[in-house]
């Protein structure tokens, strides 16, 4: 809780509304979007966004990375990394903090992290792959994971449409840059990942699950598709 005084006025006291604070109410919604009331409220009684300051790690997400890897166990100390949709790049910290060197990319900026190298742009752009595999430096990845989210627009099937086109992109980068028996990780949306697409990741990976780890919302549609044991199949 702090002061603020004006002279003349009577001190008013603004009341400093944490994530730590417990089971609170958004009682002022005056002049904000009933969605951005919704979106704050939701941020300020949400355990993970509590969790996530008191660790001191970007987003919320990092805890679905984390979960994933509990149940999967794929991370590991010196490995290859490759981050795409970094930002704010909860799931480059834990990446780093376990040990890994981290390459990450975003459409928006990012704030530096020890052991990642990251870069600003879009993945679909044509020269996206050229400029990762430039940062990869001609090492391979031992882990692509792709968190990359377009923009939903409430349209069920454009939302599956364009989700579906970005794990895609990242699968055929996937396979030109990761190591026999590495892991691929991408979010898809709820339904999971279409038979041709699940089919082909088959053909590339020893085993191929779905997965929405707690930390996921459970009115969020998104869950990730996840390849374990990369094979180079011509
Ligand atoms: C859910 S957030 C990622 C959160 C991140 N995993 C973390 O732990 O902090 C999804 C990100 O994907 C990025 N994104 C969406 N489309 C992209 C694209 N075409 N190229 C690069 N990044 C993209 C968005 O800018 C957004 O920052």
């Avoid at 730590?20 to 109410?25: A, L, S, V, Y």
């Avoid at 790049?89 to 903090?97: D, E, K, T, V």
């Avoid at 020890?114 to 050229?130: G, K, L, N």
Wanted: aromatic residues 6%.
């Amino acid at each position: 809780m702090s002061e603020e005084k004006t002279p003349g006025k009577k001190p008013r006291v603004k009341h400093k509304r944490t994530a730590r604070d417990p089971g609170q109410n958004v009682k002022t919604a005056k002049g904000r979007k009933s969605s951005s009331t919704q979106w704050l409220k939701r941020q300020l009684n949400d355990p993970y966004v509590r969790e996530a300051e008191l660790k001191g790690y970007r987003s919320r997400a990092a805890f679905k990375l984390l979960e994933m890897d509990e149940k999967l166990d794929f991370l590991r100390k010196g490995q290859v990394i490759v981050d795409l949709g970094a930002a704010p790049g909860g799931w480059s910290q834990i990446a780093a903090q376990r040990g890994a060197k981290v390459v990450a990319i975003d459409l928006l900026e990012m704030d530096e992290l020890p052991d990642v190298d990251f870069a600003q742009m879009d993945f679909t752009d044509d020269d996206a792959v050229e400029k990762l595999l430039a940062m990869l430096g001609g090492r391979k990845a031992d882990c692509v994971l792709s968190d990359m989210a377009p923009n939903t627009i409430g349209h069920k099937q454009t939302d599956h449409i364009r989700i579906m086109a970005l794990a895609e992109m990242a699968f055929d980068f996937a396979k030109d840059v990761l190591t026999p028996g590495g892991t691929f990780i991408t979010k898809v949306r709820q339904g999971g990942a279409e038979g041709a697409f699940l089919k082909a990741l088959k053909v590339h990976f020893k085993t191929v699950k779905h997965i929405k780890p707690p930390a996921s919302r459970k009115d969020s549609a998104e869950m990730y598709v996840v390849g374990l044991g990369f094979k180079a199949v011509e």
